[in-house]
């Protein structure tokens, strides 16, 4: 069977946002006396939402904070990261790439962001109603690299009639940038595609194949990773 749909991670895949996270991760942490270096959040991170990246950069540090002082925290996140991310937007390619990926099959998105950050883009960028599946952040049991958000998104495709009868998770490819994502997306059973905007290759050791950049995903190319993939099995 053919290419069934694919489903696009959203930070450093369809959106230049990583740095704009950072950025307002860096604001807010220092405001509790927490340097995060930009080394330290590429290396340890960039891929969970902002709660567990909060989780996590906290228990690496020693901290232990009440359940609403994290609250405290996300909020302050999340308030600041509207006017952060100004008039950043979407990565070169990254529309035209999504128009004729949707003029063939469905799409949708599987986030660790959440959703007003994604809509906010994407309405900026003229792009919401291309997708009928949005998964964000908080919208699953675990995150990823867990591979809930995934499965979530290919089971609201399902369910919507959007996907094909009897399409499968192997039939659908995932868009991501970074491992835990695409980790993520494997547990899901999709099949995998890297994008090189985040980290290099060798970084990205769960992809079935990598592009440069979102601008140079085309249909064919998906199309092989489906097809290399029922040939390898």
Aim: proline content about 6%.
């Amino acid at each position: 069977m053919p290419l069934a749909g694919v489903i696009f991670d959203f930070d450093g895949v369809l959106a230049d946002s990583e740095p704009v996270h950072l950025h307002v991760f860096q604001t807010v942490l220092d405001g509790i006396g927490i340097t995060l270096t930009a080394e330290e959040y590429y290396a340890r991170y960039l891929g969970y939402c902002d709660r567990d990246a909060f989780i996590h950069v906290l228990r690496d540090r020693g901290v232990s904070l009440a359940d609403a002082d994290l609250e405290v925290l996300l909020e302050t996140k999340q308030g600041l990261f509207p006017e952060a991310i100004g008039n950043h937007a979407l990565y070169p390619g990254a529309a035209e790439c999504v128009a004729r990926v949707a003029a063939h099959v469905p799409v949708a998105i599987a986030s660790g962001a959440v959703r007003h950050e994604i809509e906010l883009i994407l309405d900026r960028s003229g792009l919401r109603n291309r997708f009928p599946v949005i998964v964000a952040a908080g919208e699953t049991p675990r995150s990823k690299p867990a591979p809930d958000p995934y499965a979530r998104a290919f089971e609201l495709l399902q369910g919507s009639g959007a996907l094909r009868a009897g399409a499968t998770p192997a039939e659908v490819v995932a868009i991501e940038d970074s491992e835990w994502g695409l980790q993520s997306a494997r547990g899901a059973g999709l099949r995998t595609v890297a994008v090189l905007t985040s980290y290099q290759r060798d970084r990205l050791p769960s992809a079935e194949d990598w592009l440069p950049s979102i601008g140079d995903v085309t249909l064919d190319h998906l199309e092989r990773v489906v097809a290399r993939a029922r040939t390898d099995a």
